[in-house]
């Protein structure tokens, strides 16, 4: 990227130097020997005048350097950049040799000349016998060699030389995680042929004149000791933050005051909006809606009933004008006098015009990103579409059909218990019948019926196509999916969802059977307050631009729970692999659940609810570059063809 910007920068008549602190083009000069560079994806065009086709390592290298000197292009090697400082209208960077200044600088560093060491005894006095890279497997012959790592180079790396010398691989992984299957299925043919030795769960100790000791069985283990000639430390690369920070460059991710005092922020918004719209809401032995609830606090301590109907009246009046043309006189008298009612409706129409506004947006990037752009259309304009109908559903056509009281019940036609409860609550005597049984009936018919039908045929597509706190997430959320937080820890927090669930379940039998479906009481309450309030609303949505969009559908959502339940149960949807993985980690990257789909992609190994939390989004087979993943049923015993 170094080079190409510098090309360009030459092309637009710009002067621009090059400050490379190793070998030009460092990541390809410390590959091995002969390696095979593919220029692909093939659909992907090359932008830069830098040539690049499918090639050796040593022939990319010739045809840049002949291009650099073709082109003039300023190059100064071996030569790092220590600081870079403004100074006025310009930038000076600081380098071992000189200054320089410019009006801007790109920084193209890599990780390339920052290798990892083990920082063991022995790795200073015998640092001539210790290597992070293999250059030429050539250079070893009848030597011992242990290869530090567990990673794709030091399996490469062990199997390149097992022909010649007498390898030894030591790795701190239990099992190989990172590698390609291909890789570990060679490396471990290999062994099983006594062409090299394996130790896993091992750490390297210290490095002699002539020997190396690692522990066997963890850091604390049995210490061994062998002979050694060569050691290759390839256990990564170190991110260059300390300069970084030093030139006052902030990391994506980084909590710093400013991002404190954002989220803090955002926490008192998200709270102040749910809790205006709690603002004098509880439900009466009647079944309306009046009173004080503890998540109205401070506002209901603040603000006087009559200055808050005096601002929520009239912006329903204004908002609500397009549909009086269709309500009686009477109906509209019982709107304009039913706060809860006004409240329901002016929060749906903002999430309404909220997700229709991000989700177009999304929409757009997707078309511009997707291999298969008709997968994302159609799951956007669902999303849009499910929220926009019912949207109209509860707050215009059931208030004509079932009337005011009635009308807010229809949410749960959209989403279904356990997301929903008050399907099952609130009736007294003097309902309607008809109006008690059918949307009971609905409910039990989406709970016991569609929900399983749907997880065995789409697993939790449901999240991503219907539901409306998904939906959100995938269209306000969606530019910050990739925040997602991800690694074994993360993943280790997603049993709160089915830990939820089942207290839904106890306390939804707890007060339809002990309280004949009325919610006031204790249990519902503290569920109501705890996890309608908090978990599903102000927590996640504050939590957005941090940890992305799906934290409540991952962590907390029971319905979500128990949509992955049936569908590690017997869902048949699994996405699949094709063995062209290259490991760029975007897939993984832009995963809203954090599963780490490229560990999957890499070794062929299908994935769906039985070994994640995937929710069949399709993103990460749409930013794959090499078309290595895809949508299959269980049926097919292969993965389908790219």
């Given at each position: 990227?170094?080079?190409?910007?510098?090309?360009?920068?030459?092309?637009?008549?710009?002067?621009?130097?090059?400050?490379?602190?190793?070998?030009?083009?460092?990541?390809?000069y410390?590959m091995?020997?002969?390696?095979l560079?593919?220029?692909?994806?093939?659909?992907?065009?090359?932008?830069?005048?830098?040539w690049?086709?499918e090639?050796?390592?040593?022939?990319?290298?010739?045809?840049?350097?002949?291009?650099?000197?073709e082109?003039?292009l300023?190059?100064?090697?071996?030569?790092?950049?220590t600081?870079?400082?403004?100074s006025?209208?310009?930038?000076?960077?600081?380098?071992?040799?000189g200054m320089?200044?410019?009006?801007?600088?790109i920084?193209?560093?890599g990780?390339?000349?920052?290798?990892?060491?083990?920082?063991?005894?022995?790795?200073?006095?015998?640092?001539?016998r210790?290597?992070?890279?293999l250059?030429d497997?050539?250079?070893?012959q009848?030597?011992?060699?242990?290869?530090?790592?567990?990673?794709?180079?030091?399996?490469?790396?062990a199997?390149?030389l097992?022909?010649?010398?007498?390898?030894?691989?030591?790795?701190?992984?239990?099992?190989?995680v990172?590698?390609?299957?291909r890789n570990?299925?060679?490396?471990q043919a290999?062994?099983a042929?006594?062409?090299?030795?394996?130790?896993?769960?091992?750490?390297?100790?210290?490095?002699g004149?002539d020997?190396?000791?690692?522990?066997?069985?963890?850091?604390d283990?049995?210490?061994?000791?062998?002979?050694?000639?060569?050691?290759?430390?390839?256990?990564?690369?170190e991110l260059?933050?300390?300069?970084?920070?030093?030139?006052?460059i902030?990391?994506?991710?980084?909590?710093?005051?400013a991002?404190?005092?954002?989220?803090?922020?955002?926490?008192?918004?998200?709270?102040?909006l749910?809790?205006?719209?709690?603002?004098?809401?509880?439900?009466?032995g009647d079944?309306?809606?009046?009173?004080?609830?503890?998540?109205?606090w401070?506002?209901?301590?603040?603000?006087?009933?009559?200055?808050y109907?005096?601002v929520?009246?009239?912006?329903?009046?204004?908002?609500?004008?397009?549909?009086t043309?269709?309500?009686?006189?009477?109906?509209?008298?019982?709107?304009?006098?039913?706060?809860?009612?006004?409240?329901?409706?002016?929060y749906?129409?903002?999430?309404?015009?909220?997700?229709?506004?991000?989700?177009?947006?999304?929409?757009?990037?997707?078309?511009?990103?997707?291999r298969?752009?008709?997968?994302?259309?159609?799951?956007?304009?669902s999303?849009i579409?499910?929220?926009?109908?019912?949207?109209?559903?509860?707050?215009?056509?059931?208030?004509?059909?079932?009337?005011?009281k009635?009308?807010?019940?229809?949410?749960?036609?959209?989403?279904?218990?356990?997301?929903f409860?008050n399907?099952?609550f609130?009736?007294?005597?003097?309902?309607?019948?008809?109006i008690?049984?059918?949307?009971?009936?609905?409910?039990?018919v989406?709970t016991?019926?569609?929900?399983?039908?749907?997880?065995?045929?789409?697993?939790k597509r449901f999240?991503t196509?219907?539901?409306?706190?998904?939906?959100?997430?995938e269209?306000?959320?969606?530019?910050?999916?990739?925040?997602?937080?991800?690694?074994?820890?993360s993943?280790?927090?997603?049993?709160?969802?089915v830990?939820?669930f089942?207290?839904s379940?106890?306390i939804?039998?707890?007060v339809?059977?002990?309280?004949?479906s009325?919610?006031n009481n204790?249990?519902?309450?503290?569920?109501?307050y705890?996890?309608?309030?908090?978990?599903?609303?102000?927590?996640?949505?504050?939590?957005?631009?941090?940890?992305?969009?799906?934290?409540?559908?991952r962590?907390?959502?029971?319905?979500?729970?128990y949509?992955?339940?049936?569908s590690?149960?017997?869902?048949?949807?699994?996405?699949?692999?094709?063995d062209?993985?290259?490991?760029?980690?975007?897939?993984?990257?832009?995963?809203?659940v954090?599963?780490?789909v490229?560990?999957?992609?890499?070794n062929?190994?299908?994935?769906?609810?039985?070994?994640s939390?995937?929710?069949?989004?399709?993103?990460?087979?749409?930013?794959c570059?090499?078309?290595?993943?895809?949508?299959?049923t269980?049926?097919?015993?292969?993965?389908?063809?790219?």
């Amino acid at each position: 990227s170094g080079l190409g910007a510098a090309a360009h920068a030459r092309e637009l008549g710009l002067k621009a130097v090059v400050i490379e602190a190793n070998h030009v083009a460092e990541t390809v000069y410390t590959m091995m020997k002969g390696k095979l560079l593919l220029a692909e994806p093939e659909t992907v065009p090359l932008k830069s005048s830098m040539w690049f086709e499918e090639c050796t390592k040593e022939e990319l290298l010739e045809k840049w350097n002949a291009q650099i000197a073709e082109q003039g292009l300023d190059i100064r090697e071996f030569e790092k950049v220590t600081d870079i400082r403004r100074s006025g209208d310009v930038l000076e960077v600081e380098s071992q040799k000189g200054m320089y200044k410019g009006r801007r600088v790109i920084l193209a560093a890599g990780k390339a000349g920052n290798p990892r060491k083990a920082g063991v005894d022995g790795e200073v006095e015998n640092a001539a016998r210790i290597a992070h890279r293999l250059l030429d497997p050539d250079e070893h012959q009848g030597q011992r060699i242990l290869i530090y790592g567990g990673g794709d180079v030091a399996l490469e790396g062990a199997l390149a030389l097992a022909d010649h010398n007498e390898v030894t691989l030591v790795t701190i992984d239990e099992e190989f995680v990172y590698p390609k299957k291909r890789n570990v299925d060679k490396l471990q043919a290999a062994a099983a042929e006594g062409k090299l030795k394996i130790h896993m769960n091992s750490f390297l100790k210290e490095v002699g004149t002539d020997s190396v000791a690692f522990s066997n069985g963890g850091p604390d283990g049995e210490r061994q000791s062998i002979g050694n000639d060569f050691v290759y430390e390839m256990i990564g690369a170190e991110l260059p933050t300390p300069f970084f920070k030093k030139v006052g460059i902030k990391l994506e991710g980084e909590w710093n005051r400013a991002r404190w005092v954002t989220l803090f922020g955002l926490f008192a918004f998200v709270y102040s909006l749910y809790s205006l719209k709690k603002f004098g809401v509880y439900r009466a032995g009647d079944g309306q809606l009046q009173g004080h609830k503890i998540a109205a606090w401070p506002f209901d301590r603040l603000i006087a009933p009559e200055s808050y109907d005096s601002v929520v009246r009239p912006l329903f009046e204004w908002t609500y004008a397009p549909f009086t043309w269709l309500f009686s006189d009477q109906a509209m008298a019982d709107m304009l006098t039913d706060r809860g009612f006004q409240q329901g409706y002016l929060y749906s129409l903002l999430y309404t015009v909220i997700m229709a506004f991000f989700g177009y947006e999304a929409l757009i990037r997707w078309r511009g990103i997707a291999r298969r752009k008709t997968y994302q259309t159609w799951r956007y304009a669902s999303l849009i579409g499910f929220q926009l109908a019912f949207f109209l559903i509860v707050n215009v056509v059931a208030v004509q059909a079932l009337t005011v009281k009635f009308a807010w019940r229809a949410w749960g036609l959209y989403q279904p218990y356990p997301l929903f409860f008050n399907t099952f609550f609130w009736w007294y005597d003097g309902d309607p019948a008809w109006i008690m049984h059918s949307f009971i009936g609905a409910g039990l018919v989406g709970t016991l019926v569609a929900i399983p039908i749907a997880s065995r045929n789409h697993g939790k597509r449901f999240c991503t196509w219907v539901c409306g706190c998904g939906g959100l997430a995938e269209t306000l959320g969606d530019r910050w999916r990739h925040l997602a937080a991800k690694g074994k820890r993360s993943r280790s927090w997603e049993f709160q969802g089915v830990v939820i669930f089942l207290a839904s379940v106890l306390i939804g039998l707890v007060v339809v059977g002990l309280y004949q479906s009325d919610g006031n009481n204790a249990w519902w309450r503290v569920y109501d307050y705890l996890v309608d309030f908090w978990l599903v609303a102000v927590i996640p949505i504050a939590l957005y631009p941090f940890f992305g969009g799906k934290v409540w559908c991952r962590y907390w959502c029971p319905l979500a729970a128990y949509n992955g339940l049936l569908s590690k149960w017997y869902g048949r949807l699994k996405i699949w692999s094709n063995d062209k993985c290259i490991s760029c980690t975007q897939c993984s990257k832009y995963c809203q659940v954090g599963v780490d789909v490229m560990a999957f992609a890499k070794n062929q190994e299908p994935f769906d609810n039985r070994n994640s939390a995937c929710i069949q989004c399709g993103i990460c087979i749409d930013v794959c570059p090499m078309a290595v993943l895809s949508f299959a049923t269980q049926e097919e015993t292969a993965a389908p063809a790219a």
